[in-house]
């Protein structure tokens, strides 16, 4: 996804607003919050407590410099008056001079340790200069004071966030209270934290809950970024929409709204989104491509391959341009097609390592096995990091019956990256492949294998499909189906998705589901016996 609009056009205006919110904050704290001071002032007269409320009011209202005109002659009378001393940090705060003002607020702690809204406020001075271990010491010592401030817990939390200390920011910013929705980056950190803490629910509701509408378009933006990365979808999808409606021209928002909908598998809405983006001049390769696969899982072949074609056109250079178009052809029985297209693609861009490792997948359908290992192993030395090119070599073992050293190279990989849900999904097909039987280690590895691909992956069919079978080869019939009836959902047309099902519900006795599961299973093999030309006739076509 690309952030362009969020970064250089709606930031800096969020900065300012939060620039502008603190400073409403610090006032308002401090005119609420007890003068405790080591000194001891003569009251003020009538007339200069009204001067006091003046700059106040000036303060609050954005007008510092008539604020810091009334200020000066009430300090030079009365210096060690620790409200005046913080009232003139904040408006110098305002004014952007922070260094001044923290000058004024270490005065009010030079003649009171335990002056809350000074803490605070230089606690907020040297945050925003990006001193974050001065300003959590600060913040604790306010937070002995007073625990329940909520701008102390607001800052808090910020700080944790901004050290990847998710718990922590967890805890400061759910305490903060109703400040907490005046402040644009609060909502999305606190959403953020509880994600990355496992608390789905805490940030479904925080979302629910929070006037989201009501905010900046940035704040919601990032709000809906969060909840897409994570892949709440459905819950990003309004606020994208909210978005869209207070800035018409983001390229982004609509962008990502379309990403949203394709995921949750309405891809006309995808089309329609992405359709009219090209219409407003939001041409780009990476649109072009998302479209063609929307148009592709519609049914609409032909469209998505023009589509792709003009990626490539867009950006020569554009690996997944080439790699959907041969995608398309292989799944259309022209695999020598989708070989031409990987080529072309290798000529504009020599070193790409994916584009080899697919045409070294092609030569091995074709039983090139040599072919095949020499594009894997070439994938392999440009991205030795990339597990791919294991899977490959690992997969031109399959091709050539040479399971053991599969095997062995897939062991020796996964136990480097162990969270590599194909290189699992693999490992427990090669050890199935080897003949394991049911109560065997082998067999334990290769379920455990199989379920930790679906765990890393929840949206891999074929790992579903696997070990479905091992549950049906254990007759646990009922764990059986819930697998291979996910697999059927991701993945309507794999036969084998509905060939094992299909023996998994005739186990359990439900008929009528295994007599519909069947006609699909006939009718998906009537299909493969007449294959679609679209693919092969589009590409042959230009």
Known sequence: MSLEWFRNEVLPGVRMRIRQGLILVIISTCSLWPIATLYVHAQPSANDRQRISDAERLIHNGEFDKGISILKPLIQSDDHNPRLLNLMGIAVTGRGDLKEADRWFNAVLRLDPSFVPSLKNLAINEFNLNH?????????RAASIAPDDPVVQL??????YSRHKYESSK????????????QPNAIPELID???KTNNKKSAVDLVRNSQIGAMPAATQFRVAFILADFGLFKEASPIF???MRLAPSSYDAAFDLAICSYQLDNFARAIEILENLKTTNHNSAELEILLADALERAGRTD??????KEATILEPKNQDAYLDLADICVNHNSPELGMEIINVGLRNIADSSRLLFARGVLHAMNDQTEL???????????TPDASYSYAGLALNYFRSGNVKPAIELLRARISATPNDFMLQYMLGRALMQAGADVGAKEFVEAQTAFEKSVELNPKFHASR?????????EKRFGDAVLELEKAHQLDPKDRAACAQLFIAYRKLGRTREADQVLAELKKLNSDQRTPSQNGVRLVKRN
Do not use: P
């Open 372 to 382: 095949a290992a020499s594009d894997f192993e070439a994938a392999r030395k440009l």
């Open 132 to 140: 974050l271990s001065k300003s959590q010491e600060l913040l604790d």
């Open 171 to 182: 805890a400061h910013l759910s305490s903060s209270g109703r400040i907490l929705e005046t």
């Open 303 to 308: 469209r998505a391959v023009t589509e792709l």
């Open 155 to 160: 800052y808090l939390g910020h700080i944790a």
């Open 193 to 195: 934290s509880y994600l």
């Open 465 to 473: 499909v696997e070990l479905g079978e091992t549950y049906l080869s």
């Open 241 to 243: 929409k909210s978005v």
